[in-house]
């Protein structure tokens, strides 16, 4: 006849397996919802998309602002903005070392053929456009390219002209 410490000894004996197939389950779990959970999101397209926005509908920014009711017009450009070459720099501000975007806009008038160009974060776009043309853009040190265009109205001496709205907009990846 057996004592109850025996009895206890023999169904942990028992049970050992079990635990270890537990384990090995448990194991393979983890194992699948980390390879289907994603651990990065790409958030370069959005920040495109925000910078393009605020350049766009930004009273500080290129569209025309009308400072006696206070009313910034989208869709419709002030050419004299594109006189300043740090014009950008000051109206859109991302930190004082912005590593985080670069954009140049130009603006071509259809009237007279002219074009107006900006930079935002000169010397960072024109780095990081070499690496994204090179076709450096995935993973760590790489980065995208993204161009926009729109159609606008450019404000001229009073009347309104049609042109085009090119962005274009470079982000490094994280």
Same mark, same amino acid.
């Given at each position: 006849m057996r ?8 169904e942990?004996i028992?049970?050992?397996?079990r635990?270890?197939f ?8 983890m ?17 495109? /998309?925000?910078f393009?926005n605020?350049l ?7 569209s ?23 014009? &950008?720099?000051?109206s859109i501000?991302? !930190?004082?070392?912005n ?5 140049k806009v130009? &603006?071509?008038?259809?009237?007279d !053929?002219k074009?107006?160009?900006l930079?935002?974060n000169? /010397? ?5 456009k070499?690496?994204a ?6 993973g760590?040190?790489g980065?995208?390219s993204?161009?926009?265009?729109y159609?606008? &109205? ?5 009347? &309104?002209n /049609? !042109?085009?709205?090119?962005?274009d ?6």
């Open positions: 004592g109850k410490k025996a009895g206890i000894n023999f942990s028992i049970w050992i397996p635990i270890i537990i384990i090995i389950i448990m194991f393979l779990v194992t699948l919802v980390r390879t289907y959970v994603a651990t990065a999101i790409e958030t370069s397209d959005i920040k495109a /998309n925000l393009s605020r766009i509908y930004s009273p500080n920014s290129i025309y602002y009308d400072e006696p009711i206070k009313r910034a017009y989208p869709g419709i450009i002030d050419p004299a903005k594109f006189g300043s070459a740090d014009f &950008l720099d000051k501000y991302y !930190g004082e070392k590593k985080e975007i670069g954009a130009v &603006l071509k008038d259809f009237s !053929g074009e107006y160009a930079f935002y000169n /010397n960072f776009f024109s780095e990081q070499r690496i043309d090179a076709g450096l853009t995935e760590p040190g980065a995208k993204y161009t926009k265009k159609n606008v &109205l450019v404000l001229k001496e009073g009347s &309104l /049609n !042109g085009m709205l090119t962005i907009i470079v982000i490094p990846n994280s």
